[in-house]
């Protein structure tokens, strides 16, 4: 029996399954399979291909997230996130190194969509950070060396954080949003 210590915990565990489904459904729709996308709709991946996939989504989120930033400002918690992201496609590189594995190219903006607003913006990062936990929690998921499970788990807990962060700001934008009304 799973006893969970909060409410939002169940939620965020809910949240994973349910966009896991969604995303399974989207990619077969969809045959650009990049990132974290990518990964959840592949179900037979070896070491290579999950490295793979999972520096692809770090790509992404700096992408997006310097994207954002060009748009709407060096704001918070942008700027701290993006360099966030910078660290983990260095700790994804070394792998790459360990494992002998050449490191894929960076076609990340060529994969990003500008949210139309900062409002849509946070919702489109908690959507991408939702996505890499479950990339993540898959991966942990499956047999995998001991150097590669403790990056994949840390990558994985920065994304609960900063899924947290974004939630927090949206939060905080609607509320200005409501107060101007």
Same mark, same amino acid.
């Given at each position: 029996?799973? *006893? ?15 966009? *896991? ?66 660290? &983990? ?21 060529? &994969? *990003? *969509?500008?949210?139309?607003?900062? =409002? ?35 990558? =994985?807990?920065?994304?609960?954080? &900063? ?19």
């Amino acid at each position: 029996m799973m *006893v969970y210590r909060s409410k939002g915990t169940l939620i965020l565990i809910m949240a994973i399954f349910f966009t *896991v489904a969604l995303i399974g459904m989207q990619a077969s729709a969809n045959s650009d399979a990049y990132g974290a996308r990518g990964a959840l709709s592949d179900s037979n991946l070896d070491l290579f291909e999950m490295l793979t996939y999972a520096i692809q989504d770090e790509y992404l989120a700096k992408a997006e997230y310097e994207l954002i930033m060009e748009k709407y400002g060096s704001i918070r918690p942008f700027i701290n996130i993006v360099t966030s992201e910078e660290q &983990h496609v260095q700790q994804l590189t070394r792998l790459f190194e360990t494992y002998g594995f050449e490191l894929p190219t960076d076609t990340a903006r060529d &994969h *990003v *969509v500008l949210p139309t607003d900062l =409002k849509k913006a946070f919702k489109t990062c908690i959507q991408a950070e939702i996505d890499n936990i479950a990339m993540y929690a898959a991966f942990l998921g499956r047999e995998l060396p001991a150097d590669v499970r403790d990056v994949f788990s840390k990558l =994985k807990n920065a994304s609960e954080n &900063h899924l947290r962060a974004f939630q927090n700001n949206l939060s905080r934008y609607n509320e200005t949003e409501m107060e101007g009304k």
